[in-house]
């Protein structure tokens, strides 16, 4: 999130103020957030073997040494009203939870981390959407990743080694009209090219992917996964949560209450169609939107936002996937 309307509920204040403070983020976000562009490429030499070594054991878990001290809107705009919860069996019988639980995680979903002068913290969520090279990955908008930052799906903390790499991001693309208020907060998503790892393979190869899919409907079950930074829940661990959405009022965005996504994960998918067996589903929204996820104050970790999957995501897919910058009227 750019700007004075900062979200704190998805930042932590602690590592904001550590960020404002190095002179750092600021810059960082401001740059890779630009209001006539949305991707942001680097030209550098940075690698997912580099990123590797970077963010190894010693990086990863000094971040723990920190956590123990309804209107309608515009006509044709939003998807249809339809129910799609019930769509599929599993999904319905699936039940809700009301609070997110910790788990294991699962391979497709994972952490951000940015490299500055803290170089320990993962501050949003990420995960694998299917594309012809393999190689992308979704995010929420406000998630500018600057320069030198890395993907590790399946994150666990303390891990001498991750399960399933740590993965160099190699460019970034963001809707140019994205906003934290207001009708630019309905595009708030983003996708990002991971580089190949040391063996050449993509991250698809590796952890699966997830199916990016049009939202069917205001009403629908949703799997969201996501990672809390550790300064907001000292267990550093992925959480899930089983939840139905509805429409949040004046913008074409959903809305569920859950408990537990703090700080960090912002970015998370919203899945419907999720197998257990396979751990991937239909992406059909991401943590984001209005004040970057969700409003202010005490509900500010039990409600959360995302932006619609309609054309504007697919337009931006197709920029990703042909590696060009995004320019809209």
């Keep these: 999130m750019v700007g004075v309307l900062v979200r704190f509920s998805r930042w932590s204040r602690a590592r904001w103020v550590r960020a404002v403070l190095a002179g750092l983020y600021v810059v960082a976000l401001a740059a890779a957030v630009p209001k006539g562009a949305g991707g942001h ?38 998807p249809g009203e339809a129910d799609a919860g019930a769509a599929d069996s599993a999904d319905a019988a699936r039940p809700l939870n009301g609070s997110a639980q910790h788990f294991d995680g699962v391979p497709s979903v994972g952490v951000i981390f940015y490299v500055g ?18 190689n992308l990955i979704l995010t929420a908008g406000h998630c500018g990743m600057g320069d030198d930052a890395a993907f590790v799906p399946g994150y666990r903390k303390g ?3 991750q399960p399933y790499g740590v993965w160099a991001v190699d460019r970034t693309f963001v809707d140019p009209r994205r906003q934290d208020t207001g009708p630019g907060s309905d595009y708030d998503f983003a996708f990002a090219t991971v580089k190949a790892d040391g063996r050449g393979r993509p991250v698809e190869r590796v952890t699966g992917a997830n199916r990016l899919a049009r939202t069917p409907g205001w009403v629908n079950r949703v799997t969201v996964i996501g990672y809390p930074a550790a300064d907001s829940d000292p267990a550093d661990q992925a959480v899930r949560c089983t939840a139905l959405t509805s429409r949040l009022e004046g913008f074409r965005q959903l809305r569920m209450r859950c408990n537990g996504f703090f700080s960090g994960t912002s970015g998370s998918p919203w899945l419907i169609h999720f197998d257990e067996k396979t751990r991937t589903g239909d992406v059909v929204g991401v943590l984001g ?20 999957n309609d054309d504007e995501i697919f337009k931006l897919y197709l920029d990703a996937i042909n590696g060009r910058e995004p320019r809209r009227a």
């Design 289 to 308: 939107g209005l004040n970057g996820g969700g409003p202010d104050g005490e509900d500010s970790d039990k409600i959360s936002y995302s932006p619609v």
């Design 117 to 134: 002068e803290d170089m320990r913290d993962h501050h949003c969520t990420a995960s694998v959407v299917h594309s012809p090279k393999g």
């Design 159 to 161: 891990e001498g080694k």
């Design 41 to 78: 490429g680097r030209g550098g030499s940075w690698s997912s073997e580099e990123a590797r070594r970077f963010w190894g054991p010693s990086r990863m878990s000094a971040s723990l040494d920190d956590s123990a001290d309804g209107d309608q809107g515009p006509a044709g705009t939003g």
